[in-house]
């Protein structure tokens, strides 16, 4: 299948490891011209190096996407990028009165005015060629909260309700904002999620792993491999009729009929 997006550009926010490499290798394989963003300059060039060696067209970007310099820096490289894939790691779990002000602020800028400030950036002349395709990895807590992470929830659904307003003004030029909300894929996170049950709930490494893969329906963890081809469907020439939507990616366990 031709997804029509071979020589597009993309700046892929987050992306040196995880579900954002991973999307960053998929758009690659389909020969868009990628700019992958990390904040460890080390593993950001281990992925640049790994990708170019597989012939593909890689730039990094060493910076934090929640600074207002980090920014700067992923536009300076890429002013104009036809596809853009917001993403940021997600504020920590915890009791809900643990959250002070400060923590609930902290989360805001990363997790919804980063993107929207990135949107805001790329979205004028993504009208003027008429194309652009706007993915935001928000999370499985936007339609599925749970008490723990109040934080995720929060400013990942203020981020989809200002991105569902602004998709009906925008699809008219052709420029779709879709998000995909994961649960439960293997990586790095979910190391973090066994983490903290295991100090929550007394638990091992090993049982807290099992619980993990337990509370899926399909049984087993999502491939990052999975996650990149969606996002890259949703990034193509195809996709042109998909827009405003919320793609849950929970291995069948989503609890809710629409």
Same mark, same amino acid.
């Given at each position: 299948?031709?997804?029509?997006?071979?020589?597009?550009?993309?700046?892929?926010?987050?992306?040196?490891?995880?579900?954002?490499?991973?999307?960053?290798?998929?758009?690659?394989?389909?020969?868009v011209i990628i700019y992958v963003n990390g904040r460890d300059e080390?593993?950001?060039?281990?992925?640049?190096?790994?990708? *170019? #060696?597989? /012939?593909?067209?890689?730039?990094?970007?060493? @910076?934090? !996407? +929640? %600074?207002?310099?980090?920014?700067?820096? $992923?536009?300076?490289?890429?002013?104009?990028?036809?596809?853009?894939?917001?993403?940021?790691?997600?504020?920590?779990?915890?009791?809900?009165?643990?959250?002070?002000?400060?923590?609930?602020?902290?989360?805001?800028?990363?997790?919804?005015?980063?993107?929207?400030?990135?949107?805001?950036?790329?979205?004028?002349?993504?009208?003027? *060629? #008429?194309? /652009?395709?706007?993915?935001?990895?928000?999370? @499985?807590? !936007? +339609? %599925?909260?749970?008490?723990?992470?109040? $934080?995720?929830?929060?400013?990942?659904?203020?981020?989809?309700?200002?991105?569902?307003?602004?998709?009906?003004?925008?699809?008219?030029?052709?420029?779709?904002?879709?998000?995909?909300?994961?649960?439960?894929?293997?990586?790095?996170?979910?190391?973090?999620?066994?983490?903290?049950?295991?100090?929550?709930?007394?638990?091992?490494?090993?049982?807290?792993?099992?619980?993990?893969?337990?509370?899926? @329906?399909?049984?087993?963890?999502?491939?990052?491999?999975?996650?990149?081809?969606?996002?890259?469907?949703?990034?193509?020439?195809?996709?042109?009729?998909?827009?405003?939507?919320?793609?849950?990616?929970?291995?069948?366990?989503?609890?809710?009929?629409?």
């Amino acid at each position: 299948m031709d997804l029509g997006i071979a020589g597009r550009k993309a700046l892929i926010c987050a992306s040196s490891r995880g579900l954002g490499r991973a999307c960053a290798e998929a758009l690659a394989r389909e020969g868009v011209i990628i700019y992958v963003n990390g904040r460890d300059e080390d593993r950001l060039a281990q992925t640049v190096s790994d990708l *170019r #060696q597989n /012939g593909f067209d890689a730039h990094g970007i060493c @910076a934090d !996407v +929640t %600074t207002g310099i980090g920014r700067d820096a $992923l536009l300076a490289h890429c002013p104009d990028p036809d596809i853009l894939v917001n993403n940021n790691a997600g504020p920590s779990p915890g009791a809900f009165l643990s959250f002070d002000r400060a923590t609930w602020l902290s989360a805001l800028e990363a997790n919804m005015v980063a993107p929207i400030e990135l949107v805001r950036a790329v979205l004028p002349t993504m009208r003027e *060629r #008429q194309f /652009g395709r706007i993915i935001n990895i928000t999370s @499985a807590m !936007v +339609t %599925t909260p749970r008490p723990h992470m109040t $934080l995720s929830a929060g400013a990942r659904a203020g981020l989809t309700a200002v991105m569902k307003g602004l998709s009906l003004e925008v699809a008219r030029d052709n420029v779709t904002i879709n998000n995909l909300l994961p649960e439960r894929f293997d990586t790095a996170r979910q190391e973090q999620m066994a983490q903290v049950a295991m100090q929550r709930e007394g638990i091992d490494y090993e049982e807290a792993r099992r619980r993990q893969v337990e509370s899926i @329906a399909a049984r087993r963890l999502g491939n990052p491999e999975e996650f990149g081809a969606m996002c890259t469907f949703l990034a193509s020439s195809l996709a042109g009729f998909i827009s405003g939507q919320n793609v849950h990616f929970f291995g069948g366990s989503y609890p809710a009929l629409i």
